[in-house]
């Protein structure tokens, strides 16, 4: 499972998020980012559509034009977590700001890899028909293609969840 974002983008994203519409020399302050990365991030964050361009601000410490602030895209996405322990499954679809939308704390109705994950398949549809991207935390290894090593709370051993 690839990455979406790599550190700096998710940083610079994660910031505007968080905090809110932000103008560039803020962001530029907070993250120590030169000019040209800035450039460079805040291209690639409009472009993926993650954020965008809020409505020019007076600049309260200078004459002149307008500060331009980078504010959280308003296109409606959903994003679902899920959290599988030895017994329950809790999921959780959230906004691109992290407003929850709805959740699911619900007992597995089987433990094997293929109960767990055709459970985790219809509760992310009851969450979200089409979810942008979906997260599914347990505890054990689990590799970045999706090739659970071990976990011990479910009984699992070498296990690829790649084709779900």
């Given at each position: 499972?690839?990455?979406?974002l ?79 322990t ?38 992310v ?40």
């Amino acid at each position: 499972m690839a990455r979406l974002l790599d550190d700096s983008l998710c940083a610079f994203a994660a910031e505007v998020i968080s905090r809110g519409p932000q103008a560039r020399t803020e962001l530029s302050q907070r993250l120590t980012l030169s000019a040209a990365s800035m450039t460079r991030l805040q291209r690639e964050l409009l472009a993926r559509d993650v954020l965008a361009e809020g409505h020019p601000e007076p600049n309260a410490h200078a004459t002149g034009r307008p500060t331009h602030v980078l504010v959280p895209s308003p296109t409606p996405r959903t994003f679902v977590g899920v959290k599988l322990t030895s017994d329950h499954l809790y999921a959780v679809s959230t906004s691109l700001t992290c407003e929850r939308q709805d959740t699911v704390d619900a007992p597995l109705t089987g433990r094997s890899p293929q109960a767990v994950m055709r459970q985790v398949a219809d509760t992310v549809a009851r969450l979200a028909p089409a979810p942008q991207y979906v997260g599914i935390s347990m505890g054990g290894t689990v590799d970045s293609a999706g090739h659970v090593g071990e976990a011990v709370y479910l009984g699992w051993r070498d296990v690829d969840l790649a084709p779900w």
